[in-house]
């Protein structure tokens, strides 16, 4: 992104494996534009997650040229290598720090991605860092348990309901029912992903063979 874009001062940051994106993180990150009154949301596709024992993680270059397709005709949404090109595992506190350097120390993230993500945060890298970093946007399908996010926000926070609300919110999405394992389990399988995932997207995954 160019020098203008540091004015931005509430930023989305959809953090993802995103393997494959699909319509669900779309609409995700266009409801949180709106409900959040974001300036931008940037999709860092994951480089080497540190969580995944996945056999059909498609490459970082893949899945980061899928995100550029789905992406590229919405000009409030932005794709960083940020995580695809850092040697080593993607911590995402490597990438917070790296995005308030280049937005500077004022500039709001809101950093979203599914709820069950966030559940696992305490085990993540440097958790109370982050914590003071961001805001978090936990997304969930409808009819989603909160139960144990509720008691993760009590743990994080000692108890502080309050302060705990003020930095974790969810947000409900009735698309994200789609998800990457069925579309490459329908890959597999040859079944149709149309209408899952953009057109450009399930080219780009038959063109070059994806998830076979
Ligand atoms: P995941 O465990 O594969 O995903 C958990 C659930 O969240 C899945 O249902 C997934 O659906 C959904 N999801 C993932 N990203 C989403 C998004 N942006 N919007 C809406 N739903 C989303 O999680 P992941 O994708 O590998 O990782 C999520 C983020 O957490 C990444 O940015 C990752 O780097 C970060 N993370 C960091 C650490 C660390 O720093 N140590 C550890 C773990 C995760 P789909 O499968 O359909 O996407």
Known sequence: MGKEDRQYKKIGVMGGTFNPIHHGHLV??????SQFKLDVVIFIPTGNPPHKVENRLASAEDRYIMTVIATSSNRDFFVS?????????????????MLKK?????????????????????????TEEIVTLCNFIAATRPGYDLTRLEEL????????IEAANEKIFVMEI??????STDIRNRVKNNRPIDYLVPEGVSNY????GLYK
């Open 28 to 33: 995700t990150a266009q409801e949180a534009l």
């Open 81 to 97: 290598r940020i995580e695809v090109d850092r040697k080593g595992k993607s911590y995402t506190i490597d990438t917070l720090r």
């Open 102 to 126: 280049i937005y500077g120390k004022d500039a709001l993230l809101y950093f979203i991605t599914g709820a069950d993500a966030i559940l696992e945060i305490l085990t993540w890298k440097n």
């Open 153 to 160: 926000k009590s743990k994080l926070f000692n108890n502080d």
């Open 174 to 179: 009735p698309a994200l029912s789609i998800s």
């Open 205 to 208: 995954i038959l063109k070059n």
